[in-house]
T-cell receptor
């Protein structure tokens, strides 16, 4: 069983829709990261969370430490949001990351 | 957030050769991480690189295959040695600064033929 599980694996939405991507993990963590990967392979950090909720523009990330669960929400989705979204957790003092398998999001115009 | 310049961005290499990937950070970072992403898979940690000491490798990865250098706090290299088609992957370097978010290089897309 993977330590980090993401769902859904693939998601297609119409422009303007509200999108939710879920992440569950099975270990104690010090922080959870939401990352965005574009087709070329480069990765951008969206959020780092250890509790509560963070918002940046149309993106919102929440985490429930007791339930070991996090969600990434995208409001008013746009085709430029199309990418792979990856959940990753930090569990060690060295801060290395353990990654989920990613969610391929496609937003259609 | 810090910026990592990673190169090459992609390469096609012959079986049996070696490729060195470089990552240059625009500020000092204590630890850098090297990850591999095989086609259709999630990222997997290869090793953690500290300045002035040998890298710490994860299970399944060995120094002879993936030698790493970390000569200072802003630079690291990963070499993929004696390559085979199974080494075709995206390789990424990453770091943190203080307690901040992780930042990543642009990735190296390697194809071994």
């Amino acid at each position: 069983k993977n330590e980090v599980e993401q769902s859904p694996q693939n998601l297609t939405a119409q422009e303007g829709e509200f999108i939710t991507i879920n992440c569950s993990y099975s270990v104690g963590i010090s922080a959870l990261h939401w990352l965005q990967q574009h087709p070329g392979g480069g990765i951008v950090s969206l959020f780092m969370l250890s509790s509560g909720k963070k918002k940046h523009g149309r993106l919102i990330a929440t985490i429930n430490i007791q339930e070991k669960h996090s969600s990434l929400h995208i409001t008013a989705s746009h085709p430029r949001d199309s990418a792979v979204y990856i959940c990753a957790v930090e569990a060690g003092s060295a801060r290395q990351l353990t990654f989920g398998s990613g969610t391929q999001l496609t937003v259609l115009p | 957030s810090a910026v990592i310049s990673q190169k090459p961005s992609r390469d096609i290499c012959q079986r049996g050769t070696s490729l060195t990937i470089q990552c240059q950070v625009d500020s000092q970072v204590t630890m850098m991480f090297w990850y591999r992403q095989q086609p259709g898979q999630s990222l997997t940690l290869i090793a953690t690189a500290n300045q002035g000491s040998e890298a710490t490798y994860e299970s399944g990865f060995v120094i002879d295959k993936f030698p790493i250098s970390r000569p200072n706090l802003t630079f690291s290299t990963l070499t993929v040695s004696n390559m085979s088609p199974e080494d075709s992957s995206i390789y990424l370097c990453s770091g943190h600064r203080g307690q901040s978010e992780a930042f990543f290089g642009q990735g190296t897309r390697l194809t071994v033929v």
